[in-house]
Protein backbone atom coordinates (compact mmCIF):
# COMPACT_ATOMS: atom_id res chain seq x y z
CA UNK A 1 0.00 0.00 0.00
CA UNK A 2 1.22 3.35 -0.32
CA UNK A 3 1.03 6.18 2.17
CA UNK A 4 -0.88 8.12 0.11
CA UNK A 5 -3.77 10.05 1.79
CA UNK A 6 -6.63 12.08 1.12
CA UNK A 7 -6.79 15.95 0.86
CA UNK A 8 -10.17 15.84 2.51
CA UNK A 9 -12.92 13.79 3.64
CA UNK A 10 -16.51 13.53 2.62
CA UNK A 11 -19.17 10.95 3.16
CA UNK A 12 -19.49 8.21 1.18
CA UNK A 13 -22.42 8.24 -1.88
CA UNK A 14 -24.98 5.83 -0.53
CA UNK A 15 -25.19 4.39 -4.14
CA UNK A 16 -22.33 1.57 -3.84
CA UNK A 17 -20.55 0.48 -6.92
CA UNK A 18 -19.06 -2.95 -5.40
CA UNK A 19 -20.40 -5.73 -3.13
CA UNK A 20 -19.07 -4.78 0.44
CA UNK A 21 -19.17 -8.78 0.67
CA UNK A 22 -17.21 -9.95 -2.16
CA UNK A 23 -16.25 -6.98 -4.25
CA UNK A 24 -17.31 -7.67 -7.11
CA UNK A 25 -19.58 -4.89 -9.13
CA UNK A 26 -22.81 -4.99 -8.47
CA UNK A 27 -26.00 -5.38 -10.83
CA UNK A 28 -28.91 -2.79 -10.42
CA UNK A 29 -32.00 -4.95 -10.85
CA UNK A 30 -35.47 -6.25 -9.01
CA UNK A 31 -34.32 -9.24 -6.71
CA UNK A 32 -36.45 -12.80 -6.42
CA UNK A 33 -39.39 -12.44 -4.36
CA UNK A 34 -39.04 -8.32 -4.48
CA UNK A 35 -40.73 -5.22 -6.19
CA UNK A 36 -37.82 -2.40 -6.17
CA UNK A 37 -34.84 -2.17 -7.80
CA UNK A 38 -31.71 -2.69 -5.37
CA UNK A 39 -27.98 -3.03 -5.77
CA UNK A 40 -27.68 -6.88 -6.16
CA UNK A 41 -24.20 -9.08 -6.33
CA UNK A 42 -24.34 -11.54 -9.05
CA UNK A 43 -21.75 -13.20 -7.65
CA UNK A 44 -22.40 -14.23 -3.96
CA UNK A 45 -26.04 -13.35 -3.89
CA UNK A 46 -25.63 -10.22 -1.23
CA UNK A 47 -28.52 -7.43 -1.76
CA UNK A 48 -27.46 -3.98 -0.60
CA UNK A 49 -30.77 -2.76 0.82
CA UNK A 50 -31.34 1.13 1.36
CA UNK A 51 -33.42 3.00 3.79
CA UNK A 52 -34.53 6.22 5.25
CA UNK A 53 -31.54 7.90 7.68
CA UNK A 54 -32.75 9.77 10.71
CA UNK A 55 -31.66 13.29 11.59
CA UNK A 56 -32.21 14.11 15.13
CA UNK A 57 -31.76 17.33 16.79
CA UNK A 58 -33.70 19.62 19.33
CA UNK A 59 -35.00 23.42 19.93
CA UNK A 60 -33.20 24.63 22.96
CA UNK A 61 -35.01 27.13 24.25
CA UNK A 62 -33.47 29.24 26.70
CA UNK A 63 -35.73 31.54 28.48
CA UNK A 64 -37.70 33.93 25.94
CA UNK A 65 -34.77 32.71 23.59
CA UNK A 66 -34.00 30.12 21.25
CA UNK A 67 -30.33 28.42 20.55
CA UNK A 68 -29.06 28.41 17.33
CA UNK A 69 -25.63 27.17 15.85
CA UNK A 70 -23.64 28.65 12.80
CA UNK A 71 -22.10 26.36 10.29
CA UNK A 72 -18.63 25.61 9.59
CA UNK A 73 -19.31 22.84 7.55
CA UNK A 74 -20.62 22.08 4.12
CA UNK A 75 -23.49 21.88 2.71
CA UNK A 76 -25.28 25.62 4.13
CA UNK A 77 -21.86 26.76 5.18
CA UNK A 78 -22.68 30.17 7.40
CA UNK A 79 -26.07 29.58 7.75
CA UNK A 80 -28.17 29.33 10.97
CA UNK A 81 -29.44 25.60 12.15
CA UNK A 82 -30.96 24.02 14.89
CA UNK A 83 -28.63 21.62 16.63
CA UNK A 84 -29.19 18.37 14.37
CA UNK A 85 -27.33 15.60 12.44
CA UNK A 86 -27.42 12.00 11.62
CA UNK A 87 -28.64 9.43 14.54
CA UNK A 88 -26.09 6.98 15.02
CA UNK A 89 -26.20 3.48 15.53
CA UNK A 90 -26.92 1.80 18.63
CA UNK A 91 -28.42 5.39 19.99
CA UNK A 92 -32.24 6.47 20.86
CA UNK A 93 -33.34 9.45 18.98
CA UNK A 94 -33.49 11.22 22.37
CA UNK A 95 -29.20 9.95 22.89
CA UNK A 96 -28.92 10.91 19.26
CA UNK A 97 -30.53 15.01 20.09
CA UNK A 98 -28.98 15.29 23.02
CA UNK A 99 -25.48 13.95 21.59
CA UNK A 100 -25.88 16.69 18.88
CA UNK A 101 -26.77 19.51 20.79
CA UNK A 102 -23.60 18.89 23.36
CA UNK A 103 -21.10 18.33 19.74
CA UNK A 104 -22.75 21.74 17.70
CA UNK A 105 -23.17 23.90 20.83
CA UNK A 106 -21.81 22.31 23.71
CA UNK A 107 -24.99 23.25 25.59
CA UNK A 108 -26.73 22.47 28.70
CA UNK A 109 -30.02 21.02 28.63
CA UNK A 110 -33.15 19.09 29.60
CA UNK A 111 -34.72 16.90 26.63
CA UNK A 112 -38.37 17.54 26.69
CA UNK A 113 -41.25 16.31 24.61
CA UNK A 114 -40.63 15.04 20.88
CA UNK A 115 -42.01 18.31 18.78
CA UNK A 116 -41.66 17.87 14.67
CA UNK A 117 -41.42 14.45 13.01
CA UNK A 118 -40.79 15.50 9.21
CA UNK A 119 -40.51 13.25 6.52
CA UNK A 120 -38.13 14.09 3.70
CA UNK A 121 -39.05 11.49 0.95
CA UNK A 122 -36.71 13.25 -1.49
CA UNK A 123 -33.58 12.98 0.46
CA UNK A 124 -34.65 9.33 2.21
CA UNK A 125 -34.52 11.18 5.42
CA UNK A 126 -36.96 11.67 8.59
CA UNK A 127 -36.06 14.41 11.07
CA UNK A 128 -37.07 14.51 14.34
CA UNK A 129 -36.92 17.24 16.73
CA UNK A 130 -37.44 17.57 20.47
CA UNK A 131 -38.11 20.30 22.79
CA UNK A 132 -35.41 21.04 25.58
CA UNK A 133 -34.91 23.50 27.91
CA UNK A 134 -30.81 25.22 28.20
CA UNK A 135 -30.12 24.95 31.79
CA UNK A 136 -26.93 27.36 31.62
CA UNK A 137 -25.95 30.41 29.37
CA UNK A 138 -22.58 28.58 28.74
CA UNK A 139 -22.34 27.56 25.28
CA UNK A 140 -19.02 25.76 24.11
CA UNK A 141 -19.78 25.52 20.04
CA UNK A 142 -17.74 22.46 18.42
CA UNK A 143 -15.96 22.40 15.49
CA UNK A 144 -18.89 21.87 12.93
CA UNK A 145 -20.14 25.34 14.49
CA UNK A 146 -18.37 29.08 13.98
CA UNK A 147 -20.39 30.32 17.02
CA UNK A 148 -23.72 29.40 18.97
CA UNK A 149 -26.17 32.35 20.10
CA UNK A 150 -29.15 32.91 21.67
CA UNK A 151 -32.18 35.07 19.46
CA UNK A 152 -35.60 36.55 20.17
CA UNK A 153 -38.59 35.15 18.85
CA UNK A 154 -38.24 38.30 16.38
CA UNK A 155 -34.86 38.20 15.66
CA UNK A 156 -34.46 34.80 14.15
CA UNK A 157 -32.58 35.08 11.38
CA UNK A 158 -34.93 33.57 9.05
CA UNK A 159 -33.40 34.19 5.81
CA UNK A 160 -30.06 32.95 6.59
CA UNK A 161 -31.49 29.54 8.37
CA UNK A 162 -29.80 26.26 6.77
CA UNK A 163 -32.71 23.89 6.33
CA UNK A 164 -36.48 23.85 5.86
CA UNK A 165 -36.83 21.43 8.54
CA UNK A 166 -34.97 23.68 10.62
CA UNK A 167 -37.20 26.72 9.56
CA UNK A 168 -40.52 24.78 9.41
CA UNK A 169 -39.63 23.77 12.96
CA UNK A 170 -38.92 27.13 14.00
CA UNK A 171 -42.29 28.85 12.68
CA UNK A 172 -44.30 26.14 14.45
CA UNK A 173 -42.60 26.97 17.43
CA UNK A 174 -42.73 31.07 17.00
CA UNK A 175 -46.52 30.05 15.92
CA UNK A 176 -46.95 27.54 19.42
CA UNK A 177 -45.44 30.30 21.57
CA UNK A 178 -48.32 33.14 21.14
CA UNK A 179 -50.69 30.08 22.31
CA UNK A 180 -48.47 28.49 25.11
CA UNK A 181 -49.18 25.18 23.80
CA UNK A 182 -46.48 22.96 21.95
CA UNK A 183 -48.14 19.90 20.62
CA UNK A 184 -46.50 17.71 17.73
CA UNK A 185 -46.30 18.45 14.91
CA UNK A 186 -46.01 15.68 12.24
CA UNK A 187 -45.83 16.98 8.54
CA UNK A 188 -43.85 15.98 5.25
CA UNK A 189 -41.91 17.81 2.70
CA UNK A 190 -41.99 16.67 -0.29
CA UNK A 191 -39.43 19.00 -2.56
CA UNK A 192 -37.09 19.46 0.09
CA UNK A 193 -33.48 20.20 -0.04
CA UNK A 194 -31.80 19.09 2.98
CA UNK A 195 -28.69 16.74 4.09
CA UNK A 196 -27.26 17.74 7.36
CA UNK A 197 -23.51 17.07 8.58
ZN1 LIG B 1 -20.89 -10.18 -3.42
Known amino acids: MTAHAPTFYF?????????????????????????????????????????????????????????????????????WTLPAGFMELGETTAQGAMRETQEEAGAQIELGALYTVIDV?????????????????????????????FFRLEDIPWGELSFRTVSTTLRHYVDDARNGSFPIHYYDLPDVDTEQG
Open 121 to 149: PQADQVHFFYLAKVTSAALYPGPESSEAA
Open 11 to 79: PAPRTQKFCAACGTPLSRRIPPEDNRMRDVCDQCGAIHYQNPRNVVGVVPVFGDRILLCRRAIEPRFGK
